[in-house]
Structure formats: C-alpha cells, structure tokens
C-alpha cells in the first residue's frame, strides 16, 4: 500500500489533510504535509520533505509514496521532483480534493493504479457548472420573517 505525502505553500497542505480526515478519518491520520512557508531556503524545504519521505537514510525498497504537490514549477513541486525517482516515488501537481479523496479511496491498490485514479479524480473534479439554478429548481417560499435566503 503506498504512502501519501502533499507538499504544497502553506497552509495548503494542512488544509487537505483536514479535508481527507472528512472522509477517511483513519486514512488521513497515515497523510504526511509539508507546508512550504514562504521564504523558506529551498535547502530546508528539501531535507523536511526527504526526513518526511523516509529518503534521509537508506529506507526499505518496497516503500512506495505517492506525492501530490499544488503547482508545477513552484518550490514544493520542485523539491520532490529531485526526490522523486519515478519507481518507488511518483509525484502529480496541481492537487485537489477529489485527488485526494481517490488516492486514500484506492490506498490498497500498487502505485501505479493510485497515481491513475488520483490523476482522474483531479480531472474529474474540475468543471464550470452553471451559475443559475436549474429550471426545475423553483425558489421555495420561506417562512423566515424576515424573508432572507440562508445558505450553508
């Protein structure tokens, strides 16, 4: 089963193992973070994330991690990708929600089968939606005396 780390500006990163702990509580308690202050020498970011990885001493080969990092090209992104080794370490950008909600749902399957459904979970999840109410959807009369909408 391959480990999940998200590496992403702060606080970032905490945020979306809040969100995973919505989902899967006891999944998410088995998540790593990093998230990157601002400002912080590259240097640093590199040996957090390696301790966190499990790559500051020889670790056992079977290990395998998926990393999930917010932008291509940032500092997070670029840290794991001197880290990541493309076999037992694989890393997507541009996390989301429902990448991460797909990659703990499919956690028992091999690394490969996780980074695919995590990558589509993404995908999936991205979309304009329409900005009106549908049609079908008329505006109930409220009994609020003083007529506001409440919205959660």
């Known amino acids: 089963m391959p480990g999940l ?42 040996a957090q994330a390696r301790l966190l990885l499990g790559l500051a001493e020889a670790s056992d080969s079977r290990h395998e991690v998926l990393v999930l990092s917010d932008v291509f090209g940032a500092t997070p992104c670029n840290v794991v990708q001197r880290l990541a080794d493309g076999v037992r370490v694989k890393v997507i950008t541009g996390v989301n929600v429902p990448m991460v909600w797909r990659a703990l749902n499919y956690a028992s399957e091999p690394l490969e089968a996780v980074v695919t459904r995590a990558v589509a979970g993404g995908a999936q999840g991205v979309m304009q939606i329409a900005s009106s109410r549908p049609h079908n959807q008329a505006i109930q009369p409220t009994h609020d005396q003083d007529h506001r909408h409440h919205q959660q």
């Open 5 to 46: 780390f998200i590496i992403a500006h702060a606080p970032l990163a905490s945020a979306l193992k809040q969100a995973a702990a919505h989902c899967f509580p006891e999944a998410a308690q088995h998540v790593q973070i990093l998230d990157v202050p601002p400002n912080l020498p590259i240097d640093e970011v590199e």
